[in-house]
Each structure stands twice: as C-alpha cells, then as structure tokens.
C-alpha cells in the first residue's frame, strides 16, 4: 500500500468494516476477461483467516467463470463521506474499504450450504435463522477462501467538518 498510514491491521477495526459493508465487488476473469458482480455477503474471520459465503440463483455467468477459473478478486467499500476544498483537488472522500483475493468453490455439501446461509443472513441482519434442505437445494452457494487481503481508510481532512 502506497499510504501505509491509511492502512488497518486491527482485526476488531477490519471486523467492522466487515459487518458494515454488506456489498462485495467480486472480480472474476473469463478467459482474461474481467467480470465484476455484487453480491451480498456473509464473512467468517477466525484466527485472522478469511472466508467469505456468497448466494445467489442456480444457475448464472458467475457460476460460469468460477468453474472455468476459481482465481477471484474482491473489493468492498462504506462509511463513504465526500468532502469538498476550495479547489477542485481538495476535494475528496473519506471511506473504509478492504479488498483482497483467493480462490472460489461452489458449495454443494447440504450441511455447508445451511452453515453457509446461516453465516450470511447473521452478517447481513444479525439475526439467526435456520435453513431446511429445501431451502438450501434452491439456491447455490460459493465459498472463498481469502489467501490475502487489505484494509485501508482515509479519514476526513483535519480541518473538515460534517
Ligand atoms: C447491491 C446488490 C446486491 C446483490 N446481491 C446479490 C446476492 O447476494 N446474490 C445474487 O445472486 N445476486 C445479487 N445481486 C445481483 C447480482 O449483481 C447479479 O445481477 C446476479 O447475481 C446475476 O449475476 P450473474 O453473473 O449470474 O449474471 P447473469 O444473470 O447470468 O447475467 C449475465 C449478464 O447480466 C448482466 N448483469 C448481471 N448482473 C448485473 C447487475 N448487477 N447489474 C447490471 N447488469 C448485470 C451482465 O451484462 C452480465 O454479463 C446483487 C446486486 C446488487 C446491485
């Protein structure tokens, strides 16, 4: 990171942005073709290892490209404030993000996808809800497991007020 002091190593810090951003970019490459899609999100941080748990309908380009290559990126972003200057180039925005990659699988074990929506309704509510193998057998599943990420903010200017 070419700012090193707008990095975030505190893991309660990421965690939060974490439970904030609900919306995850992910980045796939079809054949050298980048696709980007959001997506909701459930996470899991246990020992500073990441996991992320994605749903969506059974079928889709997304399921596609990750059968075809399972390398992905991904990028995600809140607490976005824009502040203004007295010209053009002090004007800015103040945000959180975190971004990183690692490799995706579609879930087809029922016992992990009923984990895996579980883990994803409780990131995006904080509620508790439970899931029938009905359920589950609508809706496909993807794990990533994160082999490397970041997180970055930029604080708003000294000198700003909101
Ligand atoms: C805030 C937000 C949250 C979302 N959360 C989820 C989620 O949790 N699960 C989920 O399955 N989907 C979610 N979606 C919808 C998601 O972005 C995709 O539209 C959907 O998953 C289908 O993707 P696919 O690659 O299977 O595309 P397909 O349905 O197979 O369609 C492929 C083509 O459709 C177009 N397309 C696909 N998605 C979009 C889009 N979002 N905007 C414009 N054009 C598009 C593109 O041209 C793409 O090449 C969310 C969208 C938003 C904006």
Do not use: W
């Not at 974490?18 to 899609?37: A, T």
């Not at 990533?144 to 990420?149: A, G, L, P, Q």
């Amino acid at each position: 990171m070419r700012k090193r002091e707008r990095e975030i190593t505190d893991l309660q810090e990421i965690r939060s942005i974490l439970d904030s951003c609900k919306i995850l970019h992910l980045g796939l490459s079809d054949d050298g073709q980048p696709y980007v899609v959001p997506l909701n999100y459930g996470y899991t941080l246990e020992n500073g290892a990441l996991v992320f748990y994605l749903h969506g309908a059974t079928e889709g380009y997304k399921y596609d490209v990750i059968r075809s290559n399972p390398r992905v990126s991904f990028a995600m972003e809140c607490d976005a404030v824009p502040f203004e200057g007295k010209v053009a180039c002090q004007y800015g925005m103040s945000y959180k993000s975190l971004m990183g990659m690692g490799e995706a699988k579609i879930v087809t074990d029922t016992a992990e996808k009923q984990l895996a929506l579980s883990i994803l309704m409780k990131s995006q509510t904080g509620k508790d809800f439970a899931f029938n193998e009905k359920l589950v057998s609508i809706v496909n599943v993807i794990k990533i497991t994160v082999e490397r990420y970041s997180a970055k903010k930029r604080p708003l200017p000294g000198n700003f007020t909101e």
